[in-house]
């Protein structure tokens, strides 16, 4: 599996397919980690410059204000292999030109996925701004914040993404490891009061949305997410 490009050309999504187990128990993350990238990556070379100023799903968030937080996500999780200090991340990219998002894009997600190519780094207990978690499970939960911030971009254009099984399935079961209860007020007034002094903080999700049990995944992925698939 080469990193130098990240397109659904070399990465076909059909051929990645794996069960739904706890987040420790999955095998390697990575490849559903690339499937993401690779999605989003080519979704986001679709945004027009007349599209930049459309609401999303995703608060308050236009869809140029989206765009610098997914490069954002991108740039951290190359600093999370990096085991950079989480107040030391980027937060939002701001400030670039209507075509330069893809680029910024792509450089930030070829970066994120080279950063993790030592297999070693699954195993590492890694600081985030919300737990120390292993790196397996930064990985997996990264998947997810790819895909979910990609369904809020497909939602805000018209034109959803086609997720691989693979990144859907470990994104599920990250994120239901990660918040595994519907209401997540007590969690976030946890981890809020727990924060090292200078770490920015903001709930990331909403509390989930029921969604019929069975419901495509994307959808139930993005209701334990907070959306309304």
């Known amino acids: 599996m080469t990193n130098d490009t990240l397109t659904n050309d070399t990465l076909t999504n059909d051929t990645l397919t794996a069960e739904a187990p706890a987040t420790e128990r999955l095998g390697d993350p990575r490849?559903?980690?690339?499937?993401?990238?690779?999605?989003?990556?080519?979704?986001?070379?679709?945004?027009r410059p007349d599209e930049l100023e459309r609401p999303t799903p995703c608060g308050d968030m236009d869809v140029r204000a989206l765009l610098g937080h997914l490069v954002a996500v991108a740039q951290r999780i190359g600093w999370a292999a990096r085991q950079a200090p989480p107040a030391a991340w980027p937060t939002d990219v701001t400030g670039l030109a209507d075509d330069e998002w893809a680029p910024a894009w792509h450089v930030a997600a070829i970066d994120a996925f080279a950063a993790w190519a030592d297999d070693s780094l699954l195993e590492v207990d890694i600081e985030v701004p919300w737990a120390t978690l292993t790196g397996r499970g930064v990985v997996a939960i990264y998947t997810n914040e790819v895909v979910i911030h990609g369904w809020d971009l497909g939602q805000a254009l018209g034109r959803p993404?086609?997720?691989?099984?693979?990144?859907?399935?470990?994104?599920?079961?990250?994120?239901h490891d990660q918040l595994p209860d519907a209401d997540r007020g007590p969690l976030w007034a946890g981890v809020a009061a727990s924060l090292p002094e200078g770490v920015p903080w903001s709930p990331p999700f909403a509390n989930a949305v029921a969604?019929?049990?069975?419901?495509?995944?994307?959808d139930r992925l993005a209701g334990w997410n907070g959306r309304r698939p």
């Open 161 to 175: 993404a086609s997720w691989g099984s693979m990144a859907l399935e470990t994104s599920l079961a990250a994120i």
């Open 31 to 47: 490849p559903a980690l690339l499937s993401a990238l690779a999605t989003c990556g080519d979704l986001i070379h679709t945004v």
């Open 211 to 218: 969604v019929p049990d069975d419901a495509p995944l994307i």
